[in-house]
Nanobody, 119 residues
Framework: QVQLVESGGGLVQAGGSLRLSCTTS????????ANWYRQAPGKQRELVTT???????NYADSVKGRFTATIDNAKKTVYLQMNNLTPEDTAVYYC?????????????WGQGTQVTVSS
């Protein structure tokens, strides 16, 4: 059974950096497209970035120039490098991925990882 396992969240001061990882457990062929979402308390979940296995990316305006997403299909892992963090980035971050599993394309969500940025 395939699962997405996130790590790398934590508490950081404003201006600091964190790198989130989203690793697939279970056997898959590759990660095709991955998304990072975040949800702050009292707010709707928002799309932060989308990245394809070919390296094409889209970022929310609020994170452009500060966040960078990558896919390492050798490790079956998606990363989100977050720099120059602000308190407004505080949220639970979720990984979502379309993976190639045999002849099927399947979609999975991670459990979420908390990112807290103090001022």
């Amino acid at each position: 059974q395939v699962q997405l396992v996130e790590s790398g969240g934590g508490l950081v001061q404003a201006g600091g950096s964190l790198r989130l990882s989203c690793t697939t457990s279970g056997s898959i062929f590759s990660i095709d497209v991955a998304n990072w979402y975040r949800q702050a308390p009292g707010k709707q979940r928002e799309l932060v970035t989308t990245i394809t296995s070919g390296g094409d990316t889209n970022y929310a305006d609020s994170v452009k120039g500060r966040f960078t997403a990558t896919i390492d299909n050798a490790k079956k892992t998606v990363y989100l490098q977050m720099n120059n963090l602000t308190p407004e980035d505080t949220a639970v971050y979720y990984c979502n991925a379309n993976v190639i599993n045999g002849y099927r394309r399947e979609n999975y969500w991670g459990q979420g990882t908390q990112v807290t940025v103090s001022s």
